[in-house]
């Protein structure tokens, strides 16, 4: 069959779906010989009259795919489900070894997969990989995730280490990105690195495309020692026509009854006889 591997796995979807197992079961053995996830999650769990046959989870777990970390740590949980304990410590420690370092997301996912599965010399080997200093930081969120997963492990070195260089290199385009890492290191205690965040003045260069993301990165500025940064961004949002946006988020919206002067500040008290 020269169909590719998405296709056979799709074929074998049909063909269980259809109370053809063997063929199934063939399909799904050919697609996980080239690494395909859907493959090997099937393989990982088979029917009941392979189930007790370790045979196809050992295939799978030795040909997944190590590219993505996020597929990786889907099928340990997988193996963990069906109790395969062997097949699950195999591909934990393929994956710490050769797992590439570069998507945040993916490692501290898998991260969470290994501790999932009691994996801990495998998470250790993956962290003496240093993925801290080698992971992007094109994405904030992701980046705030592995600095939860990193303390977690009990990494605090390198979960310091990859808040500080998020700090002074975080691009600061995406508001939720921004303030999820902002919500991170203030609950690390990290004061130093929020404050060197703060100073990159991310109030004047997030987008604010979406507004659900706008308000949360100005809800998390409106926290002690960001007060700056918060009048800032409201003024921001007032400029660009947003001032509903800004008042949503405030504690008492009577402070801007009468809207607010052009530097931010609540205005003062006018009425009609007051126009010209």
Known sequence: MHATPTDQAAFGDAAHNRGLYRDAAQLYKNAAAHGNLDAALYLSHPPDC????????????????????DDVARLLDRLREAGAAEQAAALASRAAAHIPLDHPGGVARL????????????????????????????????????????????????????????????????????????????????AEQADALLRRDPAARVSLDDRDDVAFLLDRLQKPGAAEQAAALASRL???????????????????????????????PWGWDDLD
């Open 50 to 69: 392979l189930r007790a046959d370790p045979r196809p989870a050992h295939w799978a777990a030795a040909r997944v795919s190590l590219s993505e970390p």
């Open 111 to 190: 991260l969470g997969a290994l501790r999932e599965v009691g994996a801990a010399e495998q998470a250790a080997a993956l962290l003496r990989r240093d993925p801290a200093a080698r992971v992007s930081l094109d994405h904030p969120g992701d980046v705030a995730i592995l600095l939860d997963r990193l303390r977690k492990a009990g990494a605090a070195e390198q979960a310091d280490a990859l808040a500080g260089r998020a700090a002074a290199h975080i691009p600061l385009d995406h508001p939720g990105g921004v303030a999820r890492l902002l919500d991170r290191l203030r609950e690390a205690g990290a």
């Open 238 to 268: 007032a400029e660009a026509g947003l001032f509903g946006l800004f008042l949503q988020q405030q504690a008492s919206q009577d402070r801007f009854w009468f809207g607010q002067e052009a530097g931010g500040s609540p205005s003062g």
